[in-house]
């Protein structure tokens, strides 16, 4: 059964970083291209970073300069280091394939930014 399981959230202050941590169980994992998604409170989920099997990442204007996308296929694993955090990136973050697939989405992890 494929997972994806998602790690490192917390509260933080503003201006702080945290650094998530995804493994996931998919045969396939260097093959495909993954990401990291978030969704706020009464907001659409929407795609943070995105990094290709190549390691091409992409990222929302919002996050550009402050969050960075790695993957580690040895380790089936994607990271996302999140610097100069702001309480607008207050969210569930995920990651999942990207585009999403069917696969089925892990918990995620909370990230809260605040003072």
């Known amino acids: 059964q494929v997972q994806l399981v998602e790690s490192g959230g917390g509260l933080v202050q503003p201006g702080g970083s945290l650094r998530l941590s995804c493994v996931a169980s998919i045969s396939i994992f260097r093959l495909i291209a993954m990401a990291w998604y978030r969704q706020a409170p009464g907001k659409q989920r929407e795609l943070v970073a995105g990094?290709?099997?190549?390691?091409?990442?992409n990222y929302v204007d919002s996050v550009k300069g402050r969050f960075t996308i790695s993957r580690d296929n040895a380790k089936n694993t994607v990271y996302l280091q999140m610097n100069s955090l702001k309480p607008e990136d207050t969210a569930v973050y995920y990651c999942?394939?990207?585009?999403?697939?069917?696969?089925?989405w892990g918990q995620g992890t909370q990230v809260t930014v605040s003072s």
């Open positions: 999942h394939t990207n585009p999403p697939s069917q696969l089925t």
């Open positions: 990094i290709t099997r190549g390691g091409n990442t």
